[in-house]
């Protein structure tokens, strides 16, 4: 990757408003000279709401939970489960310790392991793959569609072969998959969606929330998410087997609601991924804002959208038909160097970051990451698989699109779009100002 920032410290540096500037001074009228011309910066402070916000009903919620000893999974987490399920209109919802532990328990209660394949959209965090990886499943690269950042769903059905046991599509920065699509294609040979729903919170498809048209929906509350208990997360599911067969993944073989000395088990393989009560009791406090907050995300995306399609080289993240709700956990755009005097996107973004405005290049082609390389190449992925489908994996794993989309994408974080129209109409400026001067930069 060229970014200057990884993905965690952008956000927290975008999160905590912090500036590369720290230059003092009102906004700059428009036609100023770029702050990295020694113009001056259009924002110096504000401009993000620091995150995570917190509240006094929040230390209430908690501290009842550490004052009561209540440590442990119970009423609040079963609360939460109820409110969580409620929310998005589904039946069933377990609770779990984190995103990648939605994922991870998805899986297992479906019963993939070694010798299926799991499709994977390649644009993502890289907790996608992993859970494939850990149940000895393939991961399957499905190339992008480029203008949506989304997974292409007809290269989900060109990927899929008769070991193909899962499709994972991910809404990623909250952008609804076009859900119609990659249904179709996995109904024609009845094999489960495990919707990737990790940065979508309220995201909607059509009249029904994102995480709620799979087979299973997985959430994440990591502290950067727009619903946060520091770590935490959420399956969402409408089919009662597959509840209970996650429930008993994440507790042991355990069913809900046992006395602690019951020792009868259910399900197949399992592990420990249970939410503790104080997330449970910091999420119910939490939930209260998230209407409003995904309200004026979408409201100032959707502003900003329309000032920057207006910008040469400024290319933002189109929507599917069906998508009714964004959640812009991240706003995504594509970034057109030869609109820009051929200025790289790094110096782009360090203009920007002058302005106070700070962006990040995102993900790099996570196909190509060694990490998978090395686990395909390990003794239990030889064994099952053979040496042969082991070497043509990476062949068969090309994503030229997601590559190039790689190298052109700018994200902004979800927590600049929590304040006034104004905070877009600064973003758009420094834009402007950026491209006004395109060939001055570029020459830097
Ligand atoms: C798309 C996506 N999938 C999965 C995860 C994993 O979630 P967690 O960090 O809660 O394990 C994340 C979190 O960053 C994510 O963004």
Redesign the pocket.
């Known amino acids: 990757m060229t970014n200057h920032f990884d993905r965690r410290q952008f956000l927290t540096a975008a999160a905590a408003g912090i500036a590369l500037t720290g230059v003092p001074g009102r906004a700059a009228p428009a036609g100023d000279k770029p702050a990295a011309l020694g113009g001056k910066p259009v924002r110096t402070s504000g401009g993000s709401k620091p995150w995570p916000i917190v509240s006094e009903a929040d230390e209430k919620a908690v501290g009842e939970v550490v004052r009561a000893g209540r440590w442990y999974r119970s009423q609040s987490v079963e609360r939460f489960e109820e409110e969580y399920a409620g929310l998005n209109g589904a039946k069933y919802c377990v609770a779990v310790s ?6 991870f328990a998805s899986l297992g209660g479906l019963g993939i392991g070694p010798g299926d394949e799991v499709i994977v959209a390649p644009y ?2 890289v ?2 793959v992993n859970v494939a990886l850990l149940h000895y499943a393939m991961p399957v690269f499905a190339d992008t569609d480029r203008e949506t950042f989304l997974v292409d769903p007809r290269k989900i059905e060109a990927a899929m072969t008769d070991r193909t046991a899962a499709i994972i599509p ?3 920065g909250g952008a609804p998959c076009d859900m119609d699509a990659i249904l179709a294609v996995a109904k024609k040979r009845n094999i489960p969606v495990i919707e ?1 729903a ?2 979508a919170h309220l995201a909607r498809w059509r009249d029904r929330n994102v995480g709620n048209w799979g087979t299973t929906g ?1 959430f ?3 502290v ?2 727009n619903l946060s208990s520091g ?3 959420a399956i969402l599911t409408n089919d009662q087997g597959i509840a209970a067969r996650c429930y008993a993944f994440h507790n042991n073989c355990r069913k809900p609601k046992v006395a602690a000395y019951d020792f009868t088990y259910e399900g197949g393989r399992a592990t420990n991924l249970r939410m503790t009560e104080l997330q449970g009791a910091l999420l119910l406090s939490q939930m209260k804002g998230l209407e409003e907050r995904a309200k004026t995300r979408s409201d100032n995306a959707d502003y900003l959208t329309r000032l920057l399609r207006e910008i040469p080289g400024i290319m933002p993240a189109k929507a599917y038909e069906g998508a009714t709700r964004n959640a812009y ?1 991240l706003y995504m755009f594509r970034y057109d160097p030869a609109q820009f005097a051929n200025m790289p996107r790094a110096k782009f973004l360090a203009a920007l970051g002058k302005e106070g405005i700070h962006g990040s290049g995102g993900y790099g082609p996570l196909n190509k990451a060694a990490f998978i390389k090395n686990a395909l190449n390990s003794r239990p992925y030889l064994r099952v698989y053979g040496e042969k489908a082991v070497q043509e994996w990476e062949e068969r794993n090309r994503c030229p699109e997601n590559d190039k989309l790689c190298e052109e994408a700018v994200w902004f974080t979800q927590g600049m779009f929590l304040g006034p129209r104004s905070d877009m109409d600064q973003i758009a400026e420094a834009v402007r100002k950026i491209h006004a001067y395109a060939p001055q930069l570029a020459a830097l």
């Open positions: 984190s995103g990648t532990s939605a994922l993502t965090f907790a996608t991910v809404h990623i990737d990790c940065q997985c994440s509350f990591q950067s998410k770590e935490g997360g956990h």
